[in-house]
């Protein structure tokens, strides 16, 4: 079955600094979706591409959606305290009728 | 409503209990989905429903995990028997409608069950 997956689990930055999270599928998608998850929270909507080749900005985020729809990538700029959660993407496959979640890249950001 | 609101927030049951957990979905979002959420992980899909229709249950992990949606608005995700391993947060969401126009979802804050 279709597989999400996302690199890294883990990153720690110092406040100010950037960060960039990657989402790769096993089969190609008909669209993402990005979310955050704050701490004892629920998922939280972000984005959705649905294009190849798409990007789309929010603020200090960036979205990008891989030529082939089967990878994407969420980078912050100048990562601030409020950063701090989990993000996860969620693909839905070509002729599919439910996202599938990745494991999250987990975001601490140090003062 | 506001948004999506699901009930109990936390529910201690005894190995082998039956609980049923619900969702409050948001007026008039079509689509209704459940997740499993462990400890550190992902959201994993569990069900979907299109109005009162469950369109996708592959992911209900044993035949212990029932839902049902009966007139295409409240949900009751049902677990028979309790077993430790189904110890997890429980989440709803909903979207307006169907197909890749529609599909952000509205999570609920979730059901924290814990199997002892």
């Known amino acids: 079955g279709q597989q999400v997956m996302q690199i890294p689990q883990y990153q720690h930055v110092q406040e100010g600094e950037d960060f960039t999270t990657y989402c790769n599928s096993s089969?190609?998608?008909?669209?993402i979706q990005w979310y955050k998850q704050r701490p004892g929270g629920h998922p939280v909507f972000l984005i959705q591409?649905?294009?190849?080749?798409e990007v789309k900005k929010q603020k200090r985020l960036t979205f990008q959606f891989g030529e082939a729809k089967k990878n994407s990538s969420l980078h912050i700029t100048a990562t601030q305290t409020t950063d701090v959660g989990t993000y996860f993407c969620?693909?839905?496959?070509?002729?599919?009728?439910?996202?599938?979640f990745g494991p999250g890249t987990r975001l601490s950001v140090l003062p | 409503g506001a948004g999506v609101s699901q009930s109990p927030r936390y529910k201690v049951a005894k190995r082998g209990q039956d609980v049923a957990l619900r969702c409050d979905p948001i007026?008039?979002?079509?689509?209704l989905f459940w997740y499993q959420q462990a400890l550190g992980q992902g959201p994993e899909f569990l069900t979907y429903f299109q109005n009162e229709a469950q369109l996708d249950k592959s992911g209900l992990p044993s035949d212990r995990f029932f839902a049902e949606r009966p007139e295409g608005s409240v949900s009751t995700l049902k677990i028979q028997r309790t077993q430790q391993e189904d110890s997890a947060v429980y989440l709803c969401?909903?979207?307006?409608?169907?197909?890749?126009?529609?599909?952000?979802?509205?999570f609920g804050q979730g059901t924290r069950l814990t199997v002892v």
């Open positions: 969620a693909g839905l496959a070509n002729y599919g009728q439910n996202f599938v």
């Open positions: 089969t190609t998608l008909s669209n």
């Open positions: 969401a909903s979207s307006l409608g169907v197909g890749p126009e529609n599909t952000e979802a509205f």
């Open positions: 007026s008039g979002h079509v689509s």
């Open positions: 591409l649905v294009k190849s080749g």
